[in-house]
C-alpha cells in the first residue's frame, strides 16, 4: 500500500511559479512510475508530467519547456516545478504512482492540490 501526499499549490499570478512536492508512503518507491496529472473545472483529468524508474520524463506538449517533473528515491518523493504560468494551467493536481507486474497493477492517487492562475 503506497499513500501519496502533495503539496505546494497554490494562488499565483500569470507568468509566475509554484513547485509542487508529491511524498509517498510505504515501501518500493524506486519501482513505481511516477506521475502528475491535473483536472480542470468541467473536464477530463489529463497527465501532465511522468517519470519512469529510470528517471525518464515525459512531459505533456502543452507545458513542454514551461514544467518539469523529477524525483528523488531517497526522500520518496516526486516533483514538479512549473513555470510561466498561465491562467489555463488552473486545476486539481493529483500525483500518480504506478507499478505494473506482470497482469497485476499497482495504482495509487494523491488527494490533489488545488493550483490556480490568475492576476
Known amino acids: 500500500q503506497v499513500q501519496l501526499v502533495e503539496s505546494g499549490g497554490g494562488l499565483v499570478q500569470p507568468g509566475g511559479s509554484l513547485r509542487l512536492s508529491c511524498t509517498a508512503s510505504?515501501?518500493?518507491?524506486?519501482?513505481?512510475?511516477m506521475g502528475w496529472y491535473r483536472q480542470a473545472p468541467g473536464k477530463e483529468r489529463e497527465m501532465v508530467a511522468r517519470i519512469s524508474t529510470t528517471n525518464t520524463p515525459l512531459i505533456m506538449n502543452s507545458v513542454k519547456g514551461r514544467f518539469t517533473i523529477s524525483r528523488d528515491n531517497a526522500k520518496n518523493t516526486v516533483f514538479l516545478q512549473m513555470n510561466s504560468l498561465k491562467s489555463e494551467d488552473t486545476a486539481v493536481y493529483y500525483c500518480?504512482?504506478?507499478?505494473?507486474?506482470?497482469?497485476?497493477?499497482?495504482?495509487?492517487w494523491g488527494q490533489g492540490t488545488q493550483v490556480t492562475v490568475s492576476s
Open positions: 510505504g515501501s518500493g518507491f524506486g519501482l513505481y512510475v
Open positions: 500518480n504512482a504506478l507499478r505494473i507486474v506482470g497482469q497485476m497493477s499497482y495504482d495509487y
